[in-house]
Every structure is written in C-alpha cells, then in structure tokens.
C-alpha cells in the first residue's frame, strides 16, 4: 500500500436495518489537499463523517464494512477520542464553543496547560494549577496562524459568528498532530466577506500541509477552493473528479442525477387562469430555528400541487410552518386576496388551511391517545364537528368519531388493530396517515404536507404520494408539499418551487433539467442569468 | 416467561409491589385473627374521606402541569367554607352544602391566580408547587389568627381573636355523609353517601373529559406542541385544569373533615398533598397520564395498606414500626413513579 495518500476511505459499506445508506465509497486525500465532498441531503455525507469519526450511533448500528487508512496504515477509529489521536480534526456545523469561557479557554478546552502545585502533588494530576500565560500564548499563535487579531481573552458570547467559527478552526490547529481537518457546512453561517476570508485560510491550513475534508452546498466555493471534488448520491460515489475538470453544471447534475424513474404524470390540466392565486406569500420572514425564511414571495394557484424544494437548512420547511403561524412571522400572507392573520394557528386553520407536519412524533400526533381522537381531534376544536349537546354542554359524539375513524382508517388503509389503537403503536407510515386523516376531516381548501415521506417505508410512500395527487384531483384541494426528495416532488407537483437560504431562487417544471435543479438548489441559478 | 413479563407491563411496577404487600398483610391479619369486618368498613371509609382529595390530582395532570402539589390551596379554601358554614351554625346538609358553596368560588379563584403563575414557568410545575403549597399554608396561620370568626366553636375556650388547632364538626357536619344511608352488612359498616358522593365526583370529573372542553384540556397536556399547531390556547387550558384540581382539594377536605370528624387549621395541610400523590401514582397514574380507573385503584391500595398494616405490625413489631414501614413504601412508590414516563397500561 502506498503512503502518498494522508486518508483512504477504502471501499467503506454501512447499513442501518437493512437500508444501504454508503455502498462501497472510496475517497482518498493527499497531505495538503482541499478535497471537496458534495450531494444531496441523505447522499450519505453524515454517515460518512460518523464512520471517519467512530461516533457511537455507527458502532451502535452494527459498525460497517471496508476500512480507514491513515498514513497507509488501517486504523479504523472506534471512538471520536481514538480518531482526535489520530489527527482528525472537525469543525461543527453548530458552535461547539462555552460563551462564558474566552477564546483562549475554549481552545483550549480539555487539553489545558497545567502545571504542578503543592495540592496536584498529594491529590494527582486533576488538581494541578492551570498555566494561564503558556495557555496564552498557545491561543496567540493559534490565531495569529489564522490572521485573527482579536484578543485572545476575549470572552466568546458577543463575538460575531463569523469569528467563532475561527475559534473554533483555531482550537483545531491548536491540536499539534492535526492532520486532517474536516469542515461540514463551515460558510452557512457566514456573510459573504466573513466566507472570503475563511476560504483564504482553508488555503493557507492546506500550505501548511493539513490535508482537508470541505463539505459544502455551496458549489461556487467547492470549485473556488477544492483540488479535487468527489460526488455522492444514494450513498455511492458517482464521481471523484479534479476540480480543474469540473464546473457548477456538472456537479449539480451529478450531484441530482437521473435517479427518478420516469413516472411523472402527465398534466392534462388546461392552461389555468393565470391570476387565480388562493395563496400570494409577499415578503415572508419566518423566524423557525434552522429553518429561517428571508423575505420569500411565492404566489400558488388554486387547485394546483405545488412542491417545496431545496438543501436541508435552507428555509423551505420554515414556509409552511410561518403559513401555519407556528414560528414568529412577519410579510403578508394572502388567502384568496384577504390578507390571513399571522402567527395565530387557530386563525390559519379557521380559514381553511390545514397543515400535515414535518415532526409527526413531536407536533403531529398525540402519542398516548387513539387513532380515532387524533384524527377527530382538530375538526372537534376547529369546526365543532362531531358534538352533541347534553343539557346544553358540548359533549363528543364518540359514535361519530368512532364511525368517522372507521371510515378513514379503510379509506386510507391505516393498518393498525382498531380505532383505539394508540398511535405510539403505529408504524412511521401509519402514522403518518392519521395525520393526514386529521388534516382531511378539516375540510380544507389548501392542504400543507412537510416532508410526507421522511422516516417512512417505500410502500407506505407510494401510497402517502398518491393519496395527496388523489385528493387534489378528485376534491380539487390546493396541496402544498415540502420535501427534500427531489425525486419525490418530480413525480407528484405541477410545479416546483426551490427555496434557497430563505429565498425563493425560482420555480421549475417538474420535468425540467436536472442541471437546473442542481443549480437552483445551490442558489447558482439566478447567478447564472445576471452574468 | 413472556405471559409474566406481559403481566407486569401491564400491571405496572407501583401496583404489583403494592398489591403484593398488601396481599402479604391481610393473610398475616387473617392468621393473627384480626377482625377482618372491622377492617373492611375502616378501608371502605377511608377511601371515600381521602378519594376526592386523590381526584384532584387527575386535571392538573390531563392539562399537563403535572402532579398538583399545591393541593393545599385548595385544601385551605375548603377549610374557609367549613368555618364559614361553623360559624353560621349551620349542621347537616345545610352546613355541609353551605361549606362547598363558599368553597368552591374561593378555591376556583385562588386555582386561576395559581394557574396564571404556572403559565410562567413551565416544566417546574411540581418543585415550585411544592413550595407554594408549604407558603399557602404558613400564610394561612397569620390568617387563622386573625380571621374575625366569633362562635365559640371555633375560638380558643378562653376567648380572644384566633382559631382552634382543631375544630369539632360534633354540633355541625360531622359524618353527614358518612351517615348518609348507610347499612351494616355481615358485619362491615358501609358508608353509602360518603362512597356515592365519591363516586358523583368521578363520574363528573370522568364526564368532563367526554365534553369538547375536557377534550381539548387533554389534547393540550398531552402534547403542547401539537395543541399550538391545533390552535388550542395552551395556557388557558392549563388555567382550567388547576382550577379543577383546586376546586376538587377544596370538596376533598370538606367531604374529608366531615368523615374525620374535626376541621385541622394550622400546619396540618402542610403534608396533604404527598398521600393524595402516592396514591394516583400507585394507581398506576403517571405525570402525564391519569384516569379515573388511576384514582380508585390508587386511592383503594394506598388506604388499605394503612388500615391493614396498622393492626398486623402492631402485634408483630413495634408499635411506631408500622408507620415507619408505610412511609419508606408509599415514598419509595413516589420515587419510582416519578422516575418512569408512563404508568401501568391496565385502564
């Protein structure tokens, strides 16, 4: 084996119950190198990152197959502690940083200078005195290396986010056996100077002869500062190209490729009037953690389904919530040209929008209760429905619930034992199609679905997707779906919106180039037409 | 082995342990010849004093707050009707009625005010209702003290301003439920009002779940982000279910000193609310979940335990050992509960 490569990823497998989630991947990295890594969300990036870093979930889930090799010898770390001895340094898509602490106390996290006093001598190492100066000057050079002139004992919290993420690269360097540094999404959190500069330094750790792992959405930046670019998509490498090959157009058609097997339907719809809007969103901010929306304006026709797009954390599923009034939201919101209130979910569903979530265990369902309240639960507090009066008090009418259930649960093919089955018992689908039980029995005119398919089996999505194509065209229902499945979206919207760091970047027909997704998705789109 | 294992899921922990022992007690009582009709009419008697107090607990549960341990405020406000009714000299059913009349607005506005503060601070509902019960009963003592009450009933034999420690009910309600159509049968005595009262208050707490409002109540607790999302006013139901609760430890005391036959002022409300608590726990309730069956199952174990375990370890041990034993359990069950997230699932 040769010794030219700093890491080999070699031939590396992995499977979580059954789901190939990486099928054979190999990377490898020369010393000095800026490697990019690109896909889709789900592409298998993570796992990968999990494996390089012996996190436990990987260990936990039955370990993987092939091998890591570092300096041409196989290591295969089975803990991050294991990993951070062998030089591999990473930094954190959040802040991995204590605000209380200084810059210097963060880099030096664990790995404090210390020196001995009269306690440390009776009471061992942990009570030694902590050699703030040496400390210090560690932090300094650290910094200085990065072109950081802030003072190094500058508490963290207030910092601008840009210098913590330097924080945290210097607490990596500071690390004498660094070898590798991997940086997962490092410029999401940047404006665009910040990002510059930060790029300027990637180059320079890279001169230092720190081999890098660069994973990021962006693709301008990946062609900017990689040497070499390797592609994956449903956990298999599709390409491992020199980024002096490559461009913008070629990566972000590898990176969607033709997984879709063509079922798209065909439209017969007549050409609509184009002004029928039932939905306009003008100006729309939502205020949802990680999921932030900046000033999107999106208008949607009456009776059409219209798919959400985009990379995970760029705002698409901060719509439908900010629509729902779930997340702080300011813009204006207009249903059928009256503007809707915000930030009030009672008056959202009031005005017959209805909203299947994205967090079925967390926001959809009521977990201990039974089907047959989960589904009736919402028409109950909304529209009154399924009541009787005793003595002029609002009782449920269980009979009406009871029978309502019934009817959904074969409507819907819920598989479960009865109506008073608890919906923790249910299987992810299932589940999800209580949920949508409930938003039907609302009677809406605009259903809202975020990520209908996520955590669910590939049955159980066929029968989610067609079940909403259904419901829009026999009951002529608005459908509004969010999804990071591109495929999924392809196969079932009219039209595709993609959302792009809390922007519309542009709508497409379902059938329209992969190129053009892949460029709307890393926000090259609009790029492109100005130049 | 898998039937077993099935069967304590089922059962829950909390109630087998519990069960078990009072299985061991009574065949111990039934070897040491111990007047089982006496014990039987004790522990029917005792369920019916203690198990409002117990029922209390199941709203503020259902509206997500958790166990009420401020049950002393409503405990306190149900004292106020009491005297209230004393003071008027008003006995029987009047007394008794008059009692709950004052009560019950009392205890609904002090739930609201309760209600309003723990709106504000969410997920430490138990710890800070703890301590507001432990202040509401300190600051009633100045209130005892004060309070411008003049029957000779209720004010020291030897006159000036301040309450008894503990009031005779003799002349006024003492056991007007208790009474209330009660029969001898083989021997055990039944206390038919007492036990029929009990069981009006479940069946209303039980019918309010089935109205929109108890619905929506229970939606509310069980999931407070899935309320939002239905557009449900969280806090004003939260609000409701302690003011429930409140309401139902202030009916709970009154039907509870009725049956004991004095009022307690002072600090005997200090502890009310840890017995009500054992008991819904072992029921099999949890700190998200409780049901009626909860309060019966908790509230029939907890009282037969202290009635079976008082005579038998008498005689088999020390007399302060029986005590001892039954705290060291019923506190050890509130441990455990309040470690799991879910009870038994028998309902």
């Given at each position: 084996m040769t010794t030219e490569y700093l890491l080999q990823i070699d031939n590396v497998s992995k499977e979580y119950s059954g789901n190939r989630?990486?099928?054979g991947v190999t990377i490898n990295i020369k010393p000095g190198e800026v490697h990019g890594l690109v896909g889709e969300n789900g592409a298998g990036k993570s796992t990968l990152m999990n494996i390089l870093f012996g996190m436990s979930v990987i260990h936990d889930t039955g370990g993987y197959e092939g091998n890591i090799i570092i300096d041409g010898n196989i290591v295969n770390p089975k803990t991050p502690k294991e990993s951070m001895e062998l030089g591999i340094g990473m930094v954190h898509q959040e802040f991995m940083l204590i605000p209380g602490f200084s810059v210097t106390e963060n880099i030096k996290l664990n790995r404090e200078v210390t020196k001995d006093n009269l306690f440390s001598r009776i009471l061992g190492p942990k009570m030694k005195t902590l050699d703030f100066k040496k400390m210090g000057k560690d932090g300094r050079e650290a910094l200085d290396k990065l072109g950081m002139s802030i003072d190094e004992w500058m508490p963290v919290a207030g910092l601008p986010v840009g210098y913590m993420q330097f924080v945290e690269i210097a607490r990596e360097i500071d690390k004498e056996n660094l070898k590798l540094l991997v940086f997962d999404?490092?410029?999401?959190?940047?404006a665009e100077s910040e990002a510059d500069r930060f790029l300027k330094i990637v180059r320079k750790l890279a001169d230092l002869g720190i081999a890098i792992l660069f994973i990021s959405h962006r693709l301008d930046e990946i062609i900017e500062i990689t040497d070499n670019i390797t592609v994956l998509r449903d956990g298999e490498v599709v390409s491992n190209l020199a980024t002096k090959d490559a461009d913008v157009h070629k990566i972000a058609e590898l990176m969607v490729g033709r997984k879709l097997e063509q079922t798209i339907i065909k439209k017969t719809r007549d050409e609509r009037e184009k002004e029928d809007y039932i939905l306009e969103l003008e100006d729309l901010y939502v205020d949802m953690p990680g999921e932030k929306v900046k000033a999107l304006n999106l208008k949607v026709h009456r009776g059409e389904i219209l798919g959400i797009g985009g990379l995970g954390g760029q705002g698409k599923i901060g719509v439908a919530n900010g629509i729902m009034g779930l997340y702080p939201t300011t813009g204006k919101i207009l249903k059928n040209g009256i503007p809707l209130p915000l930030n009030q979910p009672k008056k959202a569903l009031d005005s017959g929008l209805a909203f299947v979530t994205e967090d079925r265990r967390g926001v959809g369902l009521l977990l201990d209760d039974s089907i047959e309240h989960n589904i009736a639960i919402s028409a109950l507090q909304i529209k009154n429905k399924f009541l009787k009066k005793l003595a002029n008090i609002n009782m449920m009418n269980e009979k009406e619930i009871r029978q309502h259930a019934l009817e959904m649960i074969k409507e819907l093919d819920i598989r479960c034992t009865g109506p008073k089955q608890l919906t923790r018992r249910l299987s992810g689908g299932n589940q999800q199609k209580v949920c949508i039980a409930r938003a039907l029995t609302l009677d809406p005119d605009i259903v809202l679905v975020s990520e209908p398919t996520r955590g669910i089996d590939v049955g159980a999505k066929k029968i989610v997707l067609d079940l909403l194509v259904k419901l829009n065209k026999e009951l002529g229902m608005t459908v509004i779906i969010t999804s990071s499945e591109l495929a999924e979206l392809r196969s079932v919207s009219d039209r595709i919106a993609i959302v792009f760091e809390g922007k519309l970047e542009g709508v497409l027909a379902p059938d329209a180039s992969d190129v053009d997704f892949g460029l709307m998705m890393a926000g090259e789109y609009g790029k492109e037409e100005v130049s | 082995m898998e039937d077993l294992k099935n069967f304590i899921d089922k059962v829950g922990y909390p109630r087998l342990i519990i069960g078990g022992f009072l299985l061991i007690l009574c065949i111990l009582a039934a070897v040491l010849a111990i007047p089982i009709p006496g014990l039987l009419g004790d522990i029917l008697t005792r369920v019916g004093m203690n198990g409002i107090l117990v029922l209390a607990m199941v709203p503020a549960i259902q509206a997500g707050a958790g166990l009420n341990f401020a049950l002393p405020l409503g405990i306190v406000c149900g004292l106020i009707g009491a005297l209230i009714s004393i003071e008027f000299k008003l006995g029987g059913f009047t007394g008794f009625i008059t009692a709950l009349l004052v009560a019950i607005p009392l205890s609904a506005i002090a739930g609201y005010f309760y209600g309003q503060m723990l709106n504000r601070i969410k997920g430490q509902e138990m710890t800070v209702g703890t301590y507001v019960g432990f202040s509401v009963v300190s600051g009633m003592c100045i209130f005892w003290l004060l309070a411008p009450f003049r029957s000779p009933e209720l004010i020291w034999a030897y006159g000036g301003t301040g309450l008894r420690v503990t009031v005779s009910l003799e002349s006024t309600i003492d056991k007007v439920l208790n009474n209330f159509l009660s029969f001898s049968i083989a021997g055990v005595r039944v206390p038919t009002g007492l036990l029929a009262f009990f069981a009006l208050c479940c069946f209303a707490v039980w019918l309010f779940g089935k109205t929109k409002s108890g619905a929506i109540m229970n939606a509310a607790g069980a999931n407070e982000k899935f309320a939002i999302a239905t557009g449900i006013n969280v806090n004003q139901q939260r609000i409701l279910g302690i003011v429930l609760s409140t309401v139902l430890a202030a009916i709970g005391i009154i039907v509870y000193s009725q049956s004991f036959g004095f009022l307690q002022l002072y600090n005997a409300p200090l502890y009310s609310a840890f017995p009500a608590v054992a008991a819904v726990l072992i029921g099999g309730a949890s700190i998200k979940k409780a049901t009626i069956s909860h309060v019966i199952i908790g509230t029939f174990l907890f009282q037969a335990l202290l009635v079976v375990s008082l005579p038998v370890i008498n005689i088999l041990a020390d007399g302060s050992m029986s005590e001892v034993i039954r705290i060291i359990i019923s506190n050890g069950i509130i441990l455990y509960a309040l470690t799991r997230k879910t009870g038994g699932d028998l309902t």
């Open positions: 989630v990486l099928k999404e490092p410029t999401a959190v940047l | -």
